[in-house]
C-alpha cells in the first residue's frame, strides 16, 4: 500500500481515480469501473458526552450554488483526512472520534480471493407518486425507504445499516433531540391475517400499513459536517450511516460512486421518501439532474422536508455480472437557494458518492478495506 500522496498527485486522484472507461459497443447505460482509495482509522480517542440540545432540522438551506462550488478549490490531503475523520455516537451517550489515514493501492496490491428562505420545494406541476399497497411498498426497491425518529428519511444499505443525512441527526454543532434514543420505522402490514382493506389500494395508508421500529446501535457523522458546517464545504458532508441493533432482514440497495450526469441513464436520477406533506405515505420521484460539482448533484426533485437522507440511485447495467443493477449514488440533502446573476435560483440538492466517500462509507460497513475495492 502506498503511502500518503503529495498534494498535486492526491488531487489528480480526486478527480481521475477510477475514471469510467465506457464501452462504445454497447447501448446499455454500464457502470463504471474505478480503482478506488482506501480510507482507514488511524487513531481513536474519547469525547465528551453530547448534551442532544439541537432542534431536528428537516432541510437545510446554503447560499453557495453550483458556480460557487466549482470555484471552491478541492482539498489537500490533509484537509482530505480532517474532513473524512469521524464522530461515532453509541446507544449509551459515549461518543469518539476517529482520525483516518488515505491510501491509493498500487496495481495489484489488496486484492482479496473473493469479488434560510423557505420554499415548497415542488416546481410547477407536482410530480410525486405516493405509493400505496403492500406490494408495491414491501417490495423493492421501494421497501429499502426508511423513516428516521427524528423525522427523516433513511436507506437500507446493508444487513445492519441505513444511509442518511447528517443534518437529520447533527446539526453542525451537537446532537439533535432524540438521537441518543433513535429508531428506525419499517412499514409492515397492519393486518397480518390479509384482513379488512388489505387489498384495497384506495383506502388510507395509515388503515393498512404500520411502522416497525428498531433502535440504533450507533452512528456514524464525518467531521467535514461538523468542522464544515459553518462554511460552504458542510453541505458536502452532509451524510451519516446508522447502525442497527439488529438485522432487518430486508433486501437492501448498494452504494455505488456516481458517475457524472451525463453518463446517467437519461440524466436522472430516482429516490423515495417520507414527506412532510403526505403523512405515513412513502413517496416516489425521478428527474433530471441540472447541474453538478464534484460533491453535489442539483435537481429539482420535487421534495418536501421529512424527504431529507433519502438515498438518491440509479439503474445501470452491470458488466461483470451481465444484469441491471441499482446503487444509491447519493443522499438527498434538502434545498438551496442561490444567486444566479443577481436573481434567484433554487435547487434541491444531493450529496454525491464519491471515491473518497464510498470508500470511509464502505469501511463502515463491512469493517475491512478488501471488501471496498469494488465502487
Known amino acids: 500500500m502506498a503511502g500518503a500522496p503529495e498534494r498535486p498527485i492526491f488531487l489528480l486522484l480526486l478527480w481521475a481515480v477510477g475514471q469510467v472507461s465506457p ?125 428516521l425518529s427524528t423525522g427523516c428519511t433513511g436507506t437500507l444499505v446493508a444487513e445492519k445499516h441505513v444511509l442518511t443525512a447528517a ?47 428498531i433502535r ?10 461538523i468542522k464544515g458546517n459553518a462554511n460552504d464545504i458542510g453541505m458536502d458532508y452532509d451524510y451519516a450511516l446508522l447502525e442497527l441493533k439488529k438485522p432487518h432482514k430486508r433486501k437492501f440497495m448498494k452504494i455505488g460512486v456516481s458517475p457524472p450526469a451525463k453518463q446517467l441513464p437519461g440524466g436522472r436520477i430516482h429516490f423515495s421518501g417520507y414527506d412532510n406533506d403526505r403523512p405515513g405515505n412513502l413517496v416516489y420521484r425521478f428527474c433530471d439532474v441540472q447541474d453538478e460539482t464534484y460533491d453535489l448533484l442539483y435537481q429539482q426533485c420535487d421534495a418536501q422536508p421529512g424527504a431529507s437522507g433519502s438515498g438518491v440511485y440509479v439503474r445501470m447495467w452491470k458488466r461483470q455480472q451481465q444484469k441491471w443493477e441499482r446503487k444509491i449514488i447519493g443522499i438527498f440533502s434538502g434545498h438551496q437557494w442561490v444567486d444566479v446573476n443577481g436573481s434567484p435560483q433554487d435547487f434541491n440538492v444531493a450529496v454525491r458518492i464519491t471515491p473518497l466517500k464510498y470508500a470511509q462509507i464502505c469501511y463502515w460497513i463491512k469493517g475491512n478495506y478488501l471488501d471496498c475495492r469494488e465502487g
Open 23 to 147: 464501452s462504445s459497443a454497447h447501448w446499455k447505460p454500464t457502470w463504471p469501473a474505478y480503482r478506488l482509495p482506501v480510507v482507514l482509522p488511524q487513531s481513536t480517542f474519547n469525547l465528551a458526552k453530547p448534551d442532544f440540545g439541537a432542534e431536528a432540522k428537516l432541510e437545510v438551506s446554503s447560499a453557495c450554488g453550483p458556480q460557487c462550488h466549482k470555484g471552491t478549490p478541492l482539498p489537500t490531503y490533509e484537509e482530505a483526512k480532517q474532513y473524512l475523520s469521524y464522530e461515532t455516537l453509541y446507544a449509551n451517550g459515549s461518543r469518539t472520534e476517529t482520525e483516518v489515514g488515505i491510501y491509493v493501492l498500487r496495481s495489484g496490491e489488496g486484492q482479496s480471493s473473493g469479488k434560510s428562505r423557505r420554499k415548497r420545494q415542488i416546481y410547477g406541476y407536482d410530480s410525486r407518486f405516493s405509493i400505496f399497497g403492500k406490494d408495491f411498498l414491501l417490495n423493492y426497491p421501494f421497501s429499502t425507504s426508511v423513516k
Open 167 to 213: 443534518h437529520c441527526i447533527h446539526d453542525g454543532k451537537t446532537y439533535v433531540k432524540g438521537t441518543q434514543k433513535l429508531r428506525v420505522g419499517f412499514l409492515k402490514p397492519k393486518f397480518k391475517d390479509g384482513g379488512r382493506g388489505a387489498n384495497d389500494s384506495h383506502s388510507a395508508l395509515p388503515e393498512k400499513m404500520k411502522f416497525q421500529w
Open 216 to 225: 440504533v446501535k450507533r452512528t456514524h457523522v464525518p467531521k467535514g459536517w
